[in-house]
Every structure is written in structure tokens, then in C-alpha cells.
């Protein structure tokens, strides 16, 4: 069996190399043809732990990379992976998999082979049905279901553990209808991840299934916010110690209670956004969703307010930002609250200095020469007014006294409580610990 992955991005590439590393003939695509290179020399254009690794595994074995889209024309199953970002009114903007099944339509034309078109991309539910179907039949001159299957086929692993979540994902679902090409997905998943639950519903169930479950991981991202803030203001009220009792209740779980200063990245921003405006659409007023967001953009709002109650004006103050990508682990930088953040203080002509284990050259992609960009976490705090630490990357733990003793003014915002069992000999303000006065 031939397998074609388009678009190599964190899910597709993660896809990829995992298929590959298991023996299977992978043909990984990606119109970026720098990137192809990178990519079939071992480099992965993008920091993702065991990655590489899992790559090279995969490029000593049947494993093929590629701008050339004409191949897919031998391949039994074509996962496709494209982005689907946001346009600027929060729906998704459907470009870049309108043309990634065009070309697969192009192909399927004069193909003999009847393969299995699976959807990994994220898409507003009715966009299989409208959009999708109606592009692969047309260009293909092919009847979906007969002479090739179209599955809608959800991806949830999450950046920094997506390796472990291809290769042991919670679940799959398979969306679309109930044909020999649904039973052949079914027979192929059972295989690849024996004991993994596998949902088949229609596409539209299978595509609002993803929405829900971004959207409840916002959810509970904002809730455990607005309760950390109730406990700033409850002396000696910790967050954490909650977070942790309440996740013990298995209706409640333990994950996503994390408080912090709001979630970022490059899908649940965008998701929730686009079910708002979906929602809106069709006439479902989504006033719970809605609070969520809200909620979100207030963690920022109240740092800044923070920062501002303490130091007064922001205008030529040294701040510095520890941890500009958008969680640890990665570097990543899309959507990242401290990206956001930055933006804001610049803009309050702040003086910015940063320093991220691992996102600095992105973030200087987006800054340039507008902010400085220190060597170490020593380095970033000397001078500084104020010290903001957005995420949680394990070498942060090892701040201490020494390391600020060269900040202007002691003055740190903690927003992931790494610091909070430290003495430390500083004004300390922590998300979601009730200051005692
Ligand atoms: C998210 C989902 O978790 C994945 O299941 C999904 O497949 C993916 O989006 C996607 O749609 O492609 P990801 O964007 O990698 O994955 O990031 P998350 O780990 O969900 O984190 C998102 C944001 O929430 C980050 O800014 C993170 O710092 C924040 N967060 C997360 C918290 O503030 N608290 C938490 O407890 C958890």
C-alpha cells in the first residue's frame, strides 16, 4: 500500500514520519520546495521533540519527499494535511486545501487507482459536503464513495508531543458515509493503533467534533483564569492546590487546568474564533463561547494593569519577557500570548527585552530591531524593571536571587507559579496567588 501525506506541517509532517517509520511507502508533499530539501536531509523546518528522529528512521526506509503532486496518482491512501488559517473576521480562510484537492482531482483524473481521500485539515462543519466533495468530483471527472472515498479524519495531538500523540492517539474518527472505503479506513486504523477507539460519523459530525474539542479545552483553560483571578484576591489562595483537587474528579479531569496568562497558538485562537463566526452565522447566538474569548484577551489585560499599578507609566521602562513561545517545548511562536504582549508594551513605548530557550529567531522574525534579545535569563533580567514570565520552560526553575540581583527593580510577574515556593527578594506577583499583604 502507497501512502501520500500533503502538506508538512506539524500534523503532516508528524504523519509522515511515523507512517514511514513503521516500514509503510510514504510519499510526504509539500509545495514549499526549500522545505521538501530541508526536510529529505533529516532537518525538520521546525522544532518538535523525537521528530527528527522519527524522520530519519523514516528516510532509511520507504519514505519519499516531494513538491511533485503527480505522484499521488499511485497511492491507495492521500491524507491530506493543509493549514487552514484565519481571515481577519475569525472565519478560515480555505485557500491553501481548496488547492491542495484541485490538484488531487487533477491527478485522480487519469488515475486507475480508486485511493481514499482523508481530510486531516481543520474545517468549519459543511465544508466536506459544499466545498470539498464538490471540487474532488469535478476536477476528478469521479462519483466519491464509487470510484474514490472521501473520509473526514480529525487530527488532535498537540505541538511539543506530537510524536507520542501520532503514534498513540485517544481516539479516531472517521467521518463520511458507510462505504467499502470507510470499511478499508477502518480495517487500516484497527491495524495501525490496535485498542484506540475509532467514532464513524457522518462528515459534518466528524468535522464539529473537532470544533468541540478545541473549544472545550478553551473553555476550561478560561475557567481556571477567572478562578485564578478570584484567588489573587483571596490571601493566600492558590490556584494550583485547586486546579489539582478539583482535576481528581474524574467528571472534571485533571489536564487543561493549567492556569496562565491565556492560551495562544496557532489553533485554538483560530478555532474558537471561526465556531463564533460559524455560530453567529447560522443564527446560534454563542454566548458561553464568546465569554471564553473574552476572558482570554483579560489575562492580558490585567498584566498589563499590573504592570502599570506597580511602575506607573510604561513609557521607557525595561521589561522583560521570558518565554515568547506559545507553551514550552517548542518554537513556536504563532499566536503566542507573549508575542500579543510584547506588541502591547511596544506600542506603550516600552523597552523590551526577551529571551526564549528555543523561539528567539522566530520572535526575531516578528521584532526585528525593535527589542533586545538576551544571551541567558541573567542576561535579560540585568537593568530590567520589571521580569514577565509567560510559560513554563524547565530552566526558568533555576532563578533565584543571584539571577536578579541585577534587575533595576525587583519587580517579577510569574504567570506560570514556577517561582512560587522561592523566597525571593522581590516584589512577586503570581497568577492566581492570593497576595498576602
Ligand atoms: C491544540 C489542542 O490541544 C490539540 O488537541 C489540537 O489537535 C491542536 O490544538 C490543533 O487543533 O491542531 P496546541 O495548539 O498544540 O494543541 O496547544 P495546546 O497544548 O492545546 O495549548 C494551547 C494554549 O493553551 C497554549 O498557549 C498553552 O500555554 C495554553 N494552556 C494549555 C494553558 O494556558 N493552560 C493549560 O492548562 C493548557
Known amino acids: 500500500m ?25 510519499i510526504g508533499i509539500d509545495v514549499d520546495v526549500e522545505k521538501c530539501k530541508k526536510i529529505r536531509s533529516g532537518i525538520a523546518p521546525f522544532f518538535e521533540p523525537d521528530l527528527e528522529k522519527m524522520l530519519r528512521i523514516g528516510l532509511k526506509k520507504k519514505l519519499t519527499i516531494t513538491d511533485d503532486f503527480s505522484l499521488v496518482k499511485d497511492c491507495d491512501m492521500i491524507f491530506v494535511a493543509a493549514g487552514t488559517p484565519q481571515k481577519s473576521n475569525g472565519a478560515i480562510e480555505l485557500s491553501m486545501i481548496k488547492k491542495a484537492v484541485t490538484s488531487i482531482g487533477r491527478v485522480l483524473a487519469k488515475s486507475k487507482k480508486s485511493p481514499i481521500v482523508l481530510i486531516k485539515s481543520t474545517v468549519i462543519p459543511g465544508t466536506m459536503q459544499n ?40 481516539v479516531i474518527v472517521l467521518g463520511g458515509y458507510q462505504t467499502k472505503f470507510m470499511k478499508k479506513a477502518k480495517s487500516f486504523f484497527s491495524k495501525l493503533h490496535p485498542n484506540v477507539s475509532i467514532t464513524i460519523t457522518n462528515h459534518q459530525t466528524a468535522e464539529m467534533i473537532k470544533y468541540a474539542n478545541n473549544s472545550f479545552l478553551a473553555t476550561k483553560i478560561s475557567f481556571i483564569n477567572q ?53 453567529d452565522r447560522i443564527g446560534t447566538n454563542p454566548t458561553l463561547l464568546n465569554a471564553v474569548e473574552k476572558t482570554n484577551q483579560n489575562q492580558m489585560e490585567n498584566i498589563i494593569s499590573l504592570i502599570e499599578k506597580k511602575l506607573g507609566k510604561i513609557a521607557s521602562k525595561r521589561i522583560t519577557i521570558l518565554g515568547t513561545a506559545f507553551k514550552p517545548n517548542t518554537d513556536d511562536v504563532r499566536d503566542s500570548i507573549a508575542i500579543e504582549l510584547i506588541k ?34 541573567t542576561d535579560a533580567l540585568n537593568k530590567s524593571q520589571c521580569a514577565i514570565m509567560m510559560i513554563h520552560w524547565k530552566q526558568f526553575e533555576a532563578l533565584n536571587n543571584n539571577s536578579i540581583k541585577h534587575m533595576k527593580r525587583k519587580f517579577i510577574i510569574d504567570c506560570r507559579r514556577i517561582l512560587s515556593k522561592k523566597e525571593l527578594d522581590a516584589e512577586y506577583y503570581a497568577i492566581g496567588i492570593g497576595k498576602k499583604e
Not at 357 to 362: G, I, L, Q, S, V
Open 2 to 26: 502507497k501512502i501520500a501525506v500533503i502538506g508538512l506541517g506539524f500534523v503532516g509532517l508528524s504523519l509522515t514520519s511515523v507512517l514511514a517509520s513503521k516500514g509503510n511507502n510514504v
Open 344 to 377: 502591547k508594551l511596544l506600542k506603550k513605548k516600552a523597552k523590551i527585552t526577551i529571551y526564549d530557550p528555543k523561539a528567539m529567531r522566530n520572535t526575531m522574525k516578528i521584532f526585528e530591531g525593535k527589542i533586545v534579545y538576551a544571551k541567558s535569563i
Open 227 to 279: 478562578l485564578s483571578n478570584i484567588c489573587q484576591n483571596i490571601p493566600g489562595a492558590n490556584i494550583d492546590d485547586i486546579a489539582k483537587t478539583i482535576g481528581l474528579d474524574p467528571r472534571i479531569g485533571a489536564l487543561f487546568l493549567n492556569a496562565g496568562p491565556g492560551y495562544g497558538g496557532s489553533c485554538l485562537p483560530k478555532d474558537m474564533k471561526a465556531l463564533i463566526n460559524f455560530a
Open 131 to 170: 466545498v470539498i466533495l464538490p471540487i474532488l468530483e469535478r476536477r476528478s471527472g469521479k462519483k466519491a464513495g464509487r470510484e474514490f472515498g472521501l473520509i473526514s479524519n480529525p487530527e488532535f495531538l498537540q505541538e511539543s508531543s506530537a510524536i507520542r500523540d501520532t503514534k498513540f492517539p485517544h
